[in-house]
């Protein structure tokens, strides 16, 4: 099918009215119909082309405003992507990605913790019970830590937090730090009932690699298990 011109009348209008001027023997009548003719279809002409200007405008509006809807929900998913439903701390695989970045340009220790017998929790109280004392418990590690470190879900009931540039000792200290903020005061969905977490620190030099760094810090949280429970346990190991 033929593609639609739009102009085609203001076209065969133009041409009219120059034949029209290259004539040498028309009367002033011709002169002044083609006039008109050439007037009318440019005030059509005008028309049409604010016609089109405010429909291309509305439609740069509309794609802006779609543009900006697009970017909103590629935001959305990305965070939906990286952070853990329940907590909104980073997931597994997004704290295992910043724990590797951070290892390439800096000195990190790493925590692992683990709520103890977290098990008995759900049991006892339901599953609401048990995500009400995990969320309660993000949010007081949060309020312990300082600038810089990052929190993320890394199972059921176990977390990972990294302290960039913080060496052994201050990381043992804030893992004591968080540890009794958990021990000290009860968590309301639980009705009172105690509920602590073990610790496992370490500490690993720029370049370590992220298996290595983790592997560390949860050889101490299984010693703090091992141990009673409701402790810190950091070490370094012969390789340090």
């Known amino acids: 099918m033929a593609e639609h011109d739009l ?15 290259a004539s040498s023997d028309l009367q002033s009548g011709a002169y002044r119909d083609a006039l008109g003719r050439l007037t009318d279809h440019y005030q059509r002409l005008i028309r049409e082309t604010r ?12 794609l802006t405003k779609l543009n900006g809807q697009l970017k909103t929900l590629a935001a959305q998913l990305d965070y939906k992507a990286r952070h853990d439903a329940l907590t909104g701390v980073l997931n597994r695989g997004a704290i295992i990605e910043r724990i590797g970045e951070m290892l390439k340009t800096h000195d990190v220790s790493v925590i692992v913790l683990d709520i103890d017998h977290f098990k008995r929790i759900n049991d006892e109280f339901g599953h609401p019970a ?7 418990l993000v949010r007081r590690v949060q309020a312990g ?49 105690p509920v602590t977490a073990s610790f ?25 298990k091992r141990n009673g429970r409701d402790r810190v346990v950091w070490k370094l190991t012969p390789a340090d």
């Open 145 to 193: 830590l300082g600038d810089g470190a990052e929190v993320g879900r890394v199972g059921g009931e176990e977390f990972t937090i990294v302290l960039p540039d913080a060496d052994l000792a201050q990381a043992a200290a804030t893992a004591e730090i968080l540890r009794a903020s958990l021990a000290d005061r009860h968590f309301a969905a639980v009705a009172g009932r």
């Open 51 to 62: 016609r089109l200007i405010v429909h291309s405008d509305r439609q740069e509006r509309e």
């Open 200 to 224: 496992g620190v370490s500490w690993n030099a720029r370049g370590t690699s992220f298996d290595a760094a983790y592997a560390r810090a949860d050889q101490m949280l299984y010693e703090a």
């Open 7 to 21: 102009f085609r009348e203001e076209s065969e209008a133009l041409a009219e009215a120059n034949r029209i001027v």
């Open 130 to 136: 048990g995500d009400a004392v995990i969320v309660e």
